[in-house]
């Protein structure tokens, strides 16, 4: 019957379990579809905010350009005004502050800037060699120049560029001889003398110039400065360094000229103390580099256009390529005029990353509502698809690409922190799975709880019907005999003393055996209330052993048990309570009967170790099943005998047990088990000799 009633309670606990775990289920579902569909509608909104930004700085963009190319109307391309053209461009890079590096790309007449200028291979109309011009100078020069190079003559070299000397006539000319003749001393050794035809140029006038366009005052200071060094005079060489200095960074000429190396040989030996002519120096340097780089890898991407003067739309006005692998953005307006033409001109810049990144940005983000949490930035040279986090900085929110106006360049959109979209809705994923998770787990222990509950409801029901039917028993068999004999002798019918004194006898031990389970069902309900207590004296246990064997000796006599005790001839002291110290060996001795099987024998022995004593009962029965014994001191549990392989048997109350453990804890002990199926058990009482309150 009662597993019936625990058959229909464990259907009833899982349809409970189903009907709160399915919704808990449906409801974690629903929750986790509802962030995907945020982390939908983030990329989303943010995504549609990086295009918005990107179309509005286009548009300003747009507008600049526009701007710039009104300005390229009003520049004139007027090769006989070079300075003029140098002043316009440096005026529009003062006015358009986007613009990085500002420069006139001729087809067939190289770069212009505002500061330098390289013709590439045209050839020099104006400039015209002046030994040249003079054909007796010219022969005296080819004469000294034999006897220098191919005769080694240097003496005669000197002799017959002296004499060169007297037939020229212009200040180029002299300067030229002049030079000749301080390099030949230099070589002879003469450093002195060949300083004296150095500083001779020097006197010269400023704008003296060779065939190549180079100041002769250029080269001449240079010498100077080596023919010091040579002779050991370094610091003499200061002023003449200063002045070369000064001079290439005032007097720049053709970069092709050989310009940059000149410029590099006065920086390496400058000693001047003047930062902000060695800062110019420093610049001029970087402009030259500059024009080297847009005549290797700008001209030939744009001489095709520039020849035939076909240009192409709009978006062919963009030139995206590599300096120093940094990406760098070219941009360039054809000049009036310049189209259809056989030879076109357009104006170049460098666009300025920082600008565009910075105040142009700034000013499109002001009629952008980005929120508190966001920024944006442009990124040059980054490809839309390359949305991964990198080594520079973090992944950004959205991407949109500016290839429209500004080739290669991204406008992307970032968290303030450094998030990305799945970072952000992590946190929320992870708030609400670990909230889903835990009521689910809450739901599973308490459904959990409830059954084991139920469970343990449903076995202590068994027990305690169990209980019932073995104490009626228990009780009956001590009533029965007690009737019977003392209706047979109320009767008269025994006569007989001996036999009277037999029956008094039976209905005395029938009447402690019914005692002794009344005490044990009243020990448990005290127990269970809480008003068990234990009246504690100091006493000698190994009396009170050998009074629970003197009173149990009469019934293990009449079973046939042999009873070995081995107590200490000296007595043991400690606190206790004598009573409750004899009901539990009264209660081992009964478990010791009922399962010894058929070997009748137990052993009580009494052994003091140190701060505690051990009193022990063994028997030599059928043992307990190793799972059985965490849950022998339970109430009304009891060991079947189908699973300790005992024969059945009768009565038993399942309190016994329970009563000795909460006895000998009541006294600050512990009880000891130790038991081997088929071969008996051993129960030993650990009681403190200490004081046990």
Do not use: C
Request: proline share 5%; aromatic share 6%.
């Amino acid at each position: 019957m009662s597993s019936q009633v625990g058959a229909r309670a464990s259907r009833r606990l899982a349809a409970a379990v189903v009907l709160i775990l399915v919704p808990a289920l449906v409801l974690g579902y629903f929750g986790i579809r509802a962030l995907a569909e945020k982390e939908n509608g983030l990329r989303t909104t943010y995504t549609a905010t990086t295009s918005l930004v990107r179309d509005r700085l286009a548009g300003e963009f747009a507008h600049l350009e526009s701007q710039l190319a009104d300005d390229v109307d009003r520049i004139a391309l007027t090769d006989e005004n070079p300075p003029k053209l140098r002043a316009a461009l440096r005026s529009l890079a003062t006015s358009r502050p986007w613009l990085a590096t500002l420069f006139v790309l001729h087809a067939d007449e190289g770069v212009v800037t505002a500061d330098l200028t390289a013709r590439g291979s045209t050839p020099r109309t104006s400039a015209i060699d002046p030994v040249v011009a003079l054909p007796a100078l010219a022969a005296a020069i080819r004469e000294a120049e034999t006897a220098e190079f191919l005769d080694d003559d240097l003496d005669r070299a000197l002799q017959k560029y002296r004499q060169a000397q007297g037939v020229a006539s212009s200040d180029a000319a002299r300067g030229l001889v002049l030079m000749r003749v301080g390099r030949t001393l230099f070589k002879l050794r003469r450093f002195d003398e060949g300083i004296t035809q150095y500083r001779a140029v020097l006197a010269l006038p400023a704008q003296t110039v060779d065939s190549h366009g180079i100041p002769l005052a250029v080269n001449a200071l240079l010498q100077i400065r080596d023919g010091l060094a040579a002779l050991g005079r370094p610091a003499d060489a200061q002023p003449y360094e200063r002045d070369l200095l000064q001079l290439v960074a005032d007097h720049p000429w053709d970069v092709d000229e050989g310009y940059p190396y000149f410029l590099a040989r006065a920086l390496e030996g400058a000693r001047t103390p003047n930062e902000e002519l060695r800062t110019k120096a420093a610049a001029l340097t970087e402009r030259a580099a500059m024009i080297q780089w847009i005549q290797r890898e700008v001209r030939p991407r744009l001489a095709p256009e520039m020849t035939t003067g076909n240009w192409t739309g709009a978006a062919a006005h963009r030139l995206a390529v590599s300096r120093d692998t940094t990406a760098v953005l070219i941009g360039y307006v054809p000049f009036p005029g310049g189209a259809g033409s056989s030879a076109s001109a357009v104006l170049g810049y460098e666009i300025r990353p920082e600008y565009v990144g910075g105040l142009l940005l700034a000013s499109v983000l002001k009629t952008v509502n980005l929120g508190e949490e966001m920024r944006v930035a442009v990124l040059p040279g980054r490809r839309g698809n390359d949305t991964g986090t990198s080594a520079n900085g973090p992944a950004p929110l959205a991407l949109a690409e500016l290839d429209a106006v500004l080739p290669g360049w991204t406008v992307a959109l970032f968290h303030e922190d450094g998030r990305s979209i799945d970072q952000l809705v992590r946190r929320e994923r992870w708030i609400y799975g670990t909230l889903i998770a835990g009521m689910v787990g809450v739901l599973i222990v308490g459904v959990g709880l409830t059954i084991r509950a139920s469970a343990r409801e449903a076995e202590l029901s068994r027990l305690k019907t169990e209980f019932a039917a073995n104490v009626s028993h228990e009780l009956k068999t001590p009533l029965a005999l007690i009737r019977m004999f003392g209706e047979t002798l109320e009767s008269g019918i025994v006569t007989d003393e001996a036999k009277r004194q037999e029956f008094y006898t039976i209905i005395r031990r029938e009447s402690d055996r019914l005692t002794h389970l009344i005490n044990n069902v009243l020990d448990v309900a005290r127990i269970d209330a809480g008003t068990k207590q234990y009246a504690a004296t100091e006493g000698d246990v190994v009396a009170v052993v050998r009074e629970a064997i003197d009173a149990y000796q009469p019934l293990f006599d009449r079973l046939g048990f042999t009873v070995e005790n081995q107590l200490p001839p000296a007595p043991v002291f400690l606190s206790m309570d004598r009573d409750a110290i004899a009901q539990a060996l009264i209660n081992l001795f009964q478990n010791a009967i009922k399962y010894s099987g058929d070997v009748k024998k137990i052993a009580v022995s009494v052994v003091a170790q140190g701060d505690i004593v051990r009193v022990s009962v063994a028997d030599r029965g059928v043992g307990i099943d190793r799972a059985d014994v965490p849950r022998i001191f339970e109430k009304h549990y009891r060991v079947r005998a189908a699973r300790s392989g005992a024969p059945p048997v009768s009565g038993g109350s399942g309190l016994g047990l329970s009563i000795v453990k909460h006895a000998v804890e009541a006294h600050g002990g512990r009880v000891e088990v130790e038991t081997t199926p088929g071969q008996g058990s051993t129960f030993t009482l650990v009681l403190p000799l200490r004081d046990a309150a």
